[in-house]
């Protein structure tokens, strides 16, 4: 329709009768022009968002399923961050892990040794602020950020990361909300790491001595819970804590019943248990870790130095009465140097 007009006034056009209807011509044939310029310009811009949308729906198209077996599939994740963009790592596979553990059981060094993978990102004890933990929908909401790559920390890699996760103390709210969060790690397919230590004394002493350093600051004033320098573990160790006698089997039972809970809420879960004194001693455990996270396998280091080493005799005040309360008990065991360092 709009062609024929054109093409008419293109015809009245050559005969020239005056310059008034001439301009007058001249003036509809361009309006009409522009109308119609207008109109396919239109029609042009239409066309090409279409084609831009199906440009969008190409890109977003799943990334190509990598060679799995059928068990495996639940695990792996094409997290989107809305941060950033994972650029030409959007079709690396990532896997979701949480290392489930409790204050001084060597998971601050563990961390690192992830860390220094480049491939893993642990972005520590998350859940160490309040707020997040409040309720069962605060966790998630946390977790869901985490795991969508969106968690910047200083863990967070420039680089393709393939293993996310978190270091979370089972007294952080993860006893408390346990079926809620199964249900979570069940649905996203999170690998569990329980971290645990065998001799529950010497944690206990790490305990006891790292609260006090919180006081009185043994480093120049400065409260340290990890060190780099063997000058710093030994001013630590320095301090030899008082174990007190009378609440000991009660203390140690209960952590070693809280640990027992924790497996059995989350035994369903895809999960590894590891020592901290099986890691400290074989490193073979720390490939067997990356083979649980599937990243490549490399040699993992950390710059922590241990703070309490050597013969635990040394490192109580009163070893008398502790040896006394723990000879004969289930607990005897952890008398005795059960790993060398
Ligand atoms: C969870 O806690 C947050 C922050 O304290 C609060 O705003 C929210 O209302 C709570 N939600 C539920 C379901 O209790
Ligand atoms: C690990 O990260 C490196 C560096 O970004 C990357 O080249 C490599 O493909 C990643 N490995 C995996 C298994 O994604
Ligand atoms: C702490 O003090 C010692 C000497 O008293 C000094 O050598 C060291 O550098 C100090 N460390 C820090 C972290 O200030
Ligand atoms: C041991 O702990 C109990 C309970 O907290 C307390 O009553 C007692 O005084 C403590 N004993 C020592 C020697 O500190
Ligand atoms: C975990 O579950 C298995 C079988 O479902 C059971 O044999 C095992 O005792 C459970 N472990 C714990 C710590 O509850
Ligand atoms: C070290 O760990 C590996 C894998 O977990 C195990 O097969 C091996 O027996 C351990 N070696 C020692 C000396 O315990
Ligand atoms: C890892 O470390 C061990 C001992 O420190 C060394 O023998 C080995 O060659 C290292 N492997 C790689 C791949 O760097
Ligand atoms: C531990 O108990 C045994 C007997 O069961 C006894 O012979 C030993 O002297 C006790 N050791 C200490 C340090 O109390």
Known sequence: MADDSVFSFKE???????PLLLRLIVLVFATVCGIYVCFIGLKQF???TTTGFLNVEVSDRPCPRPNLEDWEAPYVHYPKPVTYSR????????RYFAILSTQRSGSGWFETLLNSHMNVSSNGEIFSVKDRRANASTIVETLDKLYNLDWLSSAAKNECTTAVGLKWMLNQGLVQHHEEILDYFTKKGVSVIFLFRRNLLRRMISILANTYDRDFKLLNGTHKSHVHSPLEAEILASYKPHVNATTLIPELKKVQQMAVKALGYFNSTRHILLYYEDVVNNRTKLLDVQGFLKVPRKNLSSRQVKIHKGTLSEQVANWDDVQRTLNGTEFEGFLHADYRL
Not at 87 to 94: I, K, L, N, R, S
């Open 46 to 48: 239409s066309v090409s």
């Open 12 to 18: 009245t056009l050559v005969p020239k009768k005056s």
């Open 87 to 94: 650029a030409e790592c959007a079709c690396h596979p990532v």
